[in-house]
């Protein structure tokens, strides 16, 4: 990259993330609203907040599970699943519901759209290039392996 496009490049990444904590703010102080707004979303794939069905969500930690499912809807419910914020009895359930009454499109709204554009095009480090080096340093015990089929060679 050359100098433009690593000063583009953090301008970019510093307006989103203002963006975000600016929006995290603001869905705190609107926290009731929030509530009633995700009951309503989720209520178009019958699915109950705190409710008897199996695939209804039970909510653990109110704050965290509301204000970080508005802010970032693409991870949000993933993450606080991970993080013991919620849960349900029959988690495919759920899934099912979310994607057969398409609730995901609820929260693919213009801003949220450009938002994640940027974020996943834009901003993406990945390249092909950049990839192979991740994937070495990370996943690539050639070394170890060589060392291994060295030794157990010799026998």
């Known amino acids: 990259m050359d100098i433009?496009?690593?000063?583009?490049y953090a301008f970019i990444v510093f307006s989103v993330?203002?963006?975000?904590r600016l929006e995290k703010i603001?869905?705190?102080?609107?926290?009731?609203?929030?509530?009633?707004?995700?009951?309503?979303?989720?209520?178009?794939?019958k699915i109950t907040l705190n409710g008897k069905n199996p695939w209804d969500i039970q909510i653990h930690n109110d704050r965290e599970f509301y204000i970080r499912v508005?802010?970032?809807?693409?991870?949000?419910?993933?993450?606080?699943?991970?993080?013991?914020h919620w849960d349900a009895e029959k988690l495919d359930d759920?899934?099912?519901?979310?994607?057969?009454?398409?609730v995901y499109k609820e929260y693919l709204n213009?801003?949220?759209?450009?938002?994640?554009?940027?974020?996943?095009?834009?901003?993406?480090l990945q390249t092909k290039v950049r990839v192979w080096e991740v994937g070495e340093k990370h996943y690539d015990k050639g070394k170890n392996i060589?060392?291994?089929?060295?030794?157990?060679?010799?026998?």
């Open 4 to 8: 433009w496009e690593s000063i583009l």
């Open 17 to 20: 993330s203002v963006y975000k």
């Open 146 to 155: 060589n060392s291994f089929q060295y030794r157990f060679s010799k026998l």
């Open 70 to 84: 508005s802010n970032n809807p693409s991870l949000g419910l993933g993450e606080t699943y991970m993080e013991g």
């Open 94 to 102: 759920v899934l099912y519901h979310i994607f057969k009454y398409e």
């Open 110 to 124: 213009i801003v949220n759209r450009s938002v994640n554009y940027l974020l996943f095009h834009v901003c993406n």
């Open 26 to 45: 603001v869905l705190y102080f609107i926290y009731p609203y929030l509530k009633y707004h995700m009951r309503v979303k989720f209520g178009i794939g």
